[in-house]
């Protein structure tokens, strides 16, 4: 199970972190993505950390904006964004793999979603 928090409402410019906290299997066993899905959109990869977080990966769009991390030991998985656009509004939610990837099917495992609103 997962559960992901932290959405709200925020200018343009700022700052807001993301948490997923996970439960109901061994953690440090999946590698953990984000997604976001903006209004009448499809569902887009955002980022993802490997089991260990030494390895990351970005969608072009929120490199240097944003990054993902992880703690192990308490099954949380973050995403702080920074230096946020209107562009970034929509529904995050957070998601395990047995590996790392970008194809939303790769993901076993689902979280409900926080909405994170950018206002200009």
């Known amino acids: 199970q997962l559960q992901a928090s932290g959405g709200g409402l925020v200018q343009a410019g700022g700052s807001l972190r993301l948490s997923c906290i996970f439960s109901g299997g061994t953690f440090s066993s999946y590698a953990m993505g984000w997604f976001r899905q903006a209004p009448g959109k499809e569902r887009e990869f955002v980022a993802v950390?490997?089991?260990?977080?030494?390895?990351?990966q970005y969608v072009n769009s929120v490199t240097d904006r944003f990054t993902i991390f992880r703690d192990n030991a308490k099954n949380t998985v973050y995403l702080q964004m920074n230096s946020l656009k209107p562009e970034d509004t929509g529904v995050y939610s957070c998601a395990a793999a047995r590996g790392m990837g970008k194809e939303s099917g790769r993901y076993e495992f689902w979280g409900q979603g926080t909405l994170v609103t950018v206002s200009s």
């Open positions: 950390i490997s089991w260990s977080g030494s390895s990351t």
